[in-house]
């Protein structure tokens, strides 16, 4: 009797012991759960994985003012980390502010992201050279709201293809672009619209910056937008100069600008012959590309015409040195950039390179042309018989 009393006992016990540890084990996983994440970045590589993972790190700008390439030089300018990976795991520590993190490995960008330094992001990546990875966390769990619409037309009105559409399609997309954003705008949460926004073409930008949802001005992606945005509205502005200079045929702008010799040159030392302003930077293909159909207009029309190469925004040394390497026989002058003025080179709008102006002998504008275009040299030819 007493022998089986025991092996009761001792059964009872095992089975209280079993169920003590079954509840201690729940206990500590529901802990476990409820535990916040700590703030940063998670990056799990579950394929193949780097030895170390790159990340520079940028506060966010608060210059609402900046223009686009204002801002992203200003990222630019933040510090760079390295970060062992350990069997296929990081841990990247957030920024004491709201920063932008450009993340890396080996020669592949993995991903840029904004973050707030008490938010925790996962980042799981598949394969890095392929650019195969999920973003989960902070602004990226707030999906836009009709988003493969919106990135399907987004990429039909990117600028790089609209060569491909007519005016009649272009004027349809842009409309039909206006639409969509008005429903994204209105249904937003503002991170999320926000996000979207900077996702359009600088053109685009403006439209959907003034149907930003309220609140959206604390978000992450918020000054980007404005840079863009400051960015689309100068360009439709300097698009309005141009057109009111054709239309009126008003004088030009005086340029007084630095030439090889040091000399300040003033393009009205040209009155009496037809001019043209060639405004370019070193690192513009096209523009070269333009150099030896000006040099064979030049030469042709030497006893009426007079060329001004500007350079805009050079070093003075590369400015002079390439001048040299590319035989440039006409006036050259350097110039500031139009970032740094606005969109205006010596009271000129500039909004891409090269932009070419025609200078009638009595000092008036008569043609813009932005970009490398053959019909320029045909319409100057028309206007000098």
């Given at each position: 009797?007493?022998?089986?009393?025991?092996?009761?006992?001792?059964?009872?016990?095992?089975?209280?012991?079993?169920?003590?540890?079954?509840?201690?084990?729940?206990?500590?996983?529901?802990?476990?759960?409820?535990?916040?994440?700590?703030?940063?970045?998670?990056?799990?590589?579950?394929?193949?994985?780097?030895?170390?993972?790159?990340?520079?790190?940028?506060?966010?700008?608060?210059?609402?003012?900046?223009?686009?390439?204002?801002?992203?030089?200003?990222?630019?300018?933040?510090?760079?980390?390295?970060?062992?990976?350990?069997?296929?795991?990081?841990?990247?520590?957030?920024?004491?502010?709201?920063?932008?993190?450009?993340?890396?490995?080996?020669?592949y960008l993995l991903s840029s992201c904004y973050m707030?330094?008490?938010?925790?992001?996962?980042?799981?990546?598949?394969?890095?050279?392929?650019?195969?990875?999920?973003?989960?966390?902070?602004?990226?769990?707030?999906?836009?709201?009709?988003?493969?619409?919106?990135?399907?037309?987004?990429?039909?009105?990117?600028?790089?293809?609209?060569?491909?559409?007519?005016?009649?399609?272009?004027?349809?997309?842009?409309?039909?672009?206006?639409?969509?954003?008005?429903?994204?705008?209105?249904?937003?949460?503002?991170?999320?619209?926000?996000?979207?926004?900077?996702?359009?073409?600088e053109d685009i930008v403006p439209y959907a910056y003034?149907?930003?949802?309220?609140?959206?001005?604390?978000?992450?992606?918020?000054?980007?937008?404005?840079?863009?945005?400051?960015?689309?509205?100068?360009?439709?502005?300097?698009?309005?100069?141009?057109?009111?200079?054709?239309?009126?045929?008003?004088?030009?702008?005086?340029?007084?600008?630095?030439?090889?010799?040091?000399?300040?040159?003033?393009?009205?030392?040209?009155?009496?012959?037809?001019?043209?302003?060639?405004?370019?930077?070193?690192?513009?293909?096209?523009?070269?590309?333009?150099?030896?159909?000006?040099?064979?207009?030049?030469?042709?029309?030497?006893?009426?015409?007079?060329?001004?190469?500007?350079?805009?925004?050079?070093?003075?040394?590369?400015?002079?040195?390439?001048?040299k390497e590319l035989d440039l026989p006409w006036k050259?002058?350097?110039?500031?950039?139009?970032?740094?003025?606005?969109?205006?080179?010596?009271?000129?709008?500039?909004?891409?390179?090269?932009?070419?102006?025609?200078?009638?002998?009595?000092?008036?504008?008569?043609?813009?042309?932005?970009?490398?275009?053959?019909?320029?040299?045909?319409?100057?030819?028309?206007?000098?018989?």
């Amino acid at each position: 009797m007493k022998k089986m009393l025991a092996n009761k006992a001792r059964r009872y016990m095992g089975c209280l012991l079993a169920l003590l540890l079954m509840a201690s084990c729940a206990t500590s996983k529901k802990v476990a759960q409820i535990l916040p994440l700590a703030p940063g970045i998670d990056i799990v590589f579950t394929g193949e994985s780097p030895d170390s993972v790159y990340v520079a790190v940028a506060p966010i700008p608060t210059d609402t003012n900046l223009f686009i390439k204002e801002y992203y030089e200003s990222i630019d300018h933040g510090r760079r980390d390295v970060y062992a990976v350990k069997d296929g795991r990081v841990h990247i520590v957030p920024d004491s502010v709201p920063s932008y993190y450009n993340i890396s490995c080996d020669d592949y960008l993995l991903s840029s992201c904004y973050m707030r330094s008490s938010e925790h992001l996962d980042f799981t990546v598949a394969d890095y050279c392929k650019r195969n990875y999920k973003l989960t966390g902070g602004i990226y769990d707030l999906q836009i709201p009709y988003n493969k619409e919106f990135h399907a037309l987004r990429s039909k009105l990117f600028k790089l293809s609209r060569y491909k559409l007519t005016e009649l399609e272009l004027d349809s997309l842009s409309r039909e672009m206006h639409s969509l954003l008005d429903k994204i705008m209105s249904e937003s949460h503002p991170e999320a619209a926000t996000r979207a926004a900077v996702l359009l073409d600088e053109d685009i930008v403006p439209y959907a910056y003034d149907r930003l949802p309220q609140g959206s001005e604390n978000t992450l992606y918020y000054t980007d937008l404005r840079a863009r945005r400051n960015s689309g509205v100068r360009s439709e502005n300097q698009e309005k100069m141009m057109n009111t200079s054709m239309e009126t045929s008003a004088p030009a702008p005086e340029v007084a600008l630095n030439s090889l010799d040091g000399q300040i040159f003033n393009i009205s030392e040209l009155r009496g012959k037809w001019v043209i302003l060639d405004f370019w930077v070193s690192w513009c293909g096209p523009c070269r590309k333009g150099f030896e159909k000006m040099k064979k207009l030049y030469e042709e029309y030497s006893d009426s015409l007079e060329i001004v190469g500007i350079a805009c925004g050079d070093q003075t040394e590369t400015w002079s040195n390439l001048v040299k390497e590319l035989d440039l026989p006409w006036k050259n002058l350097l110039a500031p950039s139009p970032e740094s003025n606005g969109g205006t080179v010596a009271g000129f709008p500039v909004p891409a390179y090269p932009t070419k102006v025609i200078i009638d002998p009595e000092g008036r504008l008569c043609d813009f042309t932005v970009g490398e275009d053959d019909g320029f040299y045909n319409r100057f030819v028309n206007m000098v018989k």
